[in-house]
């Protein structure tokens, strides 16, 4: 089955890790800005880490076979200090103009403070203006939470529900998010987050519908064959491979809109060539 993976942090990952992606049938990726560890002190790099993931990255996919896009935002951890946060988002548009930025995001709350809120309004409003798709960040504490304010908040924009997916849902806010209208993103990780068993379980009881699974893999404990281990483990577990399609391919597809047409039959070159 053809693997497309909508959101993963490639950025963290070795070469090795697009080697065993294109394997293991992963032909194309989305890679959402996120957190670099440690607060970032100036504009310029973000807007530098905005260049890498939209070009050096597109081009080391590309070497492994897998057609690398990316999703530009201030991420919700970095929020805090105001300036700097307003002069990001106020630099985000030559880069949300890159042929290879396909969303806005991640946006929404980390620890659901007045500041991340701020953010998360003003690139919301910016999505709606561009009539671009938006990844929201549901946080990791205070998970429901933040997901009825995330809800609430997309809600009160006016913006249209079909550019949105509430990612990182959990059994706890699963009727929430499908509730509002959104896609709803799921993560599964080795360690914290879902297993593809509770996945399996949480198609069983909500269905199948605006539903979008992703490994996510940043700086932790994580899989990038994530979703594999999904297919997998759902094919043994009953599912129609319809209803699996979907949740890997089908559904990326329909959310990041009929404009995004990634390159599904492209070969990894020699890599010999790039170990000179």
């Known amino acids: 089955m053809t693997i497309i993976e909508p959101h993963i942090h490639m950025y963290s990952r070795t070469t090795d890790d697009y080697q065993r992606m294109y394997e293991a049938g992963i032909r194309a990726c989305v890679e ?76 929404g709350f980390n620890n659901i403070t007045p500041n991340e809120e701020s953010a998360f309004c003003r690139q919301l409003e910016i999505a709606k203006q561009r009539d671009m798709p938006v990844i929201v960040h549901l946080p990791h504490v205070n998970k429901l939470e933040g997901t009825k304010r995330s809800a609430d908040i997309v809600r009160e924009s006016g913006i249209n529900v079909d550019k949105i997916i509430l990612d990182h849902n959990t059994e706890e806010t699963m009727k929430v998010s ?76 329909a959310f990041y809109g009929p404009d995004w047409n990634p390159k599904l039959d492209i070969e990894p070159l020699d890599t010999r060539e790039f170990q000179r």
């Not at 959402?32 to 530098?48: E, L, Q």
């Not at 050096?56 to 105001?82: M, Q, S, V, W």
């Not at 360690?191 to 979008?212: A, C, H, Q």
């Not at 281990?229 to 089908?250: A, P, R, T």
């Open 178 to 253: 499908k509730d509002s209208g959104c896609y709803c993103g799921m993560t599964v990780y080795p360690v914290s987050k879902l297993t593809p068993e509770r996945v399996s379980e949480i198609i069983k009881e909500f269905g199948s519908e605006r539903m979008i699974v992703n490994g996510s893999a940043d700086w932790g404990v994580s899989d990038p064959l994530s979703l594999v281990k999904v297919v997998d483990y759902m094919s043994k577990d009953g599912h129609d491979k319809s209803v699996i399609q979907g949740l890997v391919f089908d559904h990326a597809m």
């Open 32 to 107: 959402p800005s996120f957190w670099m560890g440690c607060d970032r002190r100036y504009a310029g790099t973000f807007f530098d880490y905005f260049k890498l993931i939209l070009e050096f990255e597109t081009i080391r996919a590309g070497r492994f076979g897998i057609d690398h896009y990316a999703t530009i935002a201030l991420n919700p951890k970095e929020t805090e200090d105001t300036g700097l946060a307003a002069e990001v988002i106020d630099g985000l548009g030559e880069y949300l103009d890159h042929e290879r930025c396909v969303a806005v995001g991640e946006i």
